[in-house]
């Protein structure tokens, strides 16, 4: 659908400072101000629209949206003194969301942005609840908000929540049924300070079982899984999980090549139930990193919270995330506790002491958890 008709009035609101240039190497500090404003170098942010790349590129204030198959380009005004964002006279939902997303995703200081927008796609975005009126009268997103929208980062977004119906598993543990698990790329974000796009694609036993036995024998990798088995028998691990509808096995990817292995399942079903109060949607991970040029802040500051991020997209009513860590992984447990996980209890599994970590949907959203961690 498309909106037409500008509706321009002038719009205030909170000012930002500059942004332009992202250290690749680096992370950037949640202290830092990476803003952007008018400058002649020409700047390229990549969005994915369901999955789809979407170019949008910055020079003086102009913002420009790259043709694509489903759109044709289009140019944008943003004004960094006054937060706001003028759309082309065309503007789409769709296309609205990668502008923003190149906003949002260079800065750690931009709280909101102003909109000015044709009458019937302010309309939608208020109808909505994306954007709320502000006091003077003017369309605001909230930064918290455009980050809880899926279609730019899962790559087949849900259309419909999956009802709810409970049923009770072996363990006497009452917990909804678990949607059908997904295959390929589940969820693409592009990283701005490392100029790569992150994935997380569902893995393949056939495809990637050598290198998941090349990870798992790993030091590193071992000192904390503690399963340098054969191929043999981790393929028949691996089967076993895929059979199992509470969790599903995930690769990192940075630029479509793997570094890391995820476990991320559902809490109710899982072995950590027992030791607090479950709710049905609640939401949890085992990794590692399996390759040691994707270890460090850098990669880290993009991949952990990325995780986060994918697992409250996936389904809007989970509103925590919980791990149970090792109690001696202080690395991971340091790092987590810097991107708002709180260390609840430790605890003992029959294999293991640990340290029971949990993330609340709103400290994420509302701290802005998914961009950098702080040096």
Not at 208 to 219: A, G, K, V
Request: glycine residues 4%.
């Amino acid at each position: 659908m498309k909106f037409t008709a500008l509706n321009h009035n002038s719009h205030h609101t909170l000012p930002l400072k500059a942004i332009h240039n992202w250290e690749p190497t680096m992370p950037i500090s949640r202290t830092q101000d990476h803003s952007i404003e008018h400058s002649s170098q020409i700047s390229t942010y990549t969005s994915y629209y369901h999955g789809h790349p979407v170019a949008v590129s910055h020079q003086d204030g102009i913002l420009t949206l790259k043709p694509t198959p489903a759109s044709k380009q289009q140019t944008w005004f943003w004004n960094p003194q006054t937060s706001t964002l003028i759309a082309g006279e065309e503007a789409d939902y769709h296309e609205l969301l990668p502008v923003l997303e190149s906003l949002f995703g260079r800065t750690t200081s931009l709280h909101s942005i102003s909109l000015t927008l044709s009458s019937s796609l302010q309309s939608f975005l208020l109808q909505s609840g994306i954007a709320h009126m502000s006091s003077t009268g003017h369309t605001v997103i909230s930064r918290d908000i455009f980050w809880q929208l899926s279609d730019l980062w899962l790559t087949s977004p849900n259309s419909v929540l999956y009802p709810q119906r409970l049923i009770m598993n072996d363990s006497q543990r009452c917990h909804p049924v678990r949607p059908p698990k997904k295959t390929g790329t589940l969820y693409r974000r592009f990283i701005p300070w490392l100029e790569k796009t992150l994935s997380f694609k569902t893995l393949n036993i056939e495809k990637d079982l050598e290198r998941f036995h090349r990870w798992m024998h790993h030091p590193r990798v071992n000192e904390f899984w503690q399963q340098a088995d054969s191929q043999e028998e981790l393929k028949e691990y691996l089967k076993k999980l895929n059979q199992d509808a509470h969790c599903q096995t995930l690769l990192g990817c940075f630029d479509d090549i793997p570094f890391a292995y995820f476990e991320v399942y559902w809490a109710k079903e899982d072995r950590i139930a027992p030791f607090y109060t479950a709710d049905n949607y609640d939401r949890g991970w085992h990794l590692l990193v399996g390759e040691e040029d994707y270890r460090g802040r850098p990669w880290f500051s993009a991949w952990f919270p990325s995780l986060q991020h994918y697992l409250f997209l996936d389904d809007p009513r989970t509103q925590r995330i919980v791990s149970e860590p090792r109690h001696d992984n202080s690395r991971l447990i340091h790092h987590a506790q810097r991107l708002g996980f709180n260390i609840l209890k430790t605890f003992d599994f029959p294999h293991k002491r640990a340290q029971l970590l949990m993330l609340s949907r709103e400290d994420f959203f509302l701290n802005n958890r998914l961009h950098p961690l702080a040096k």
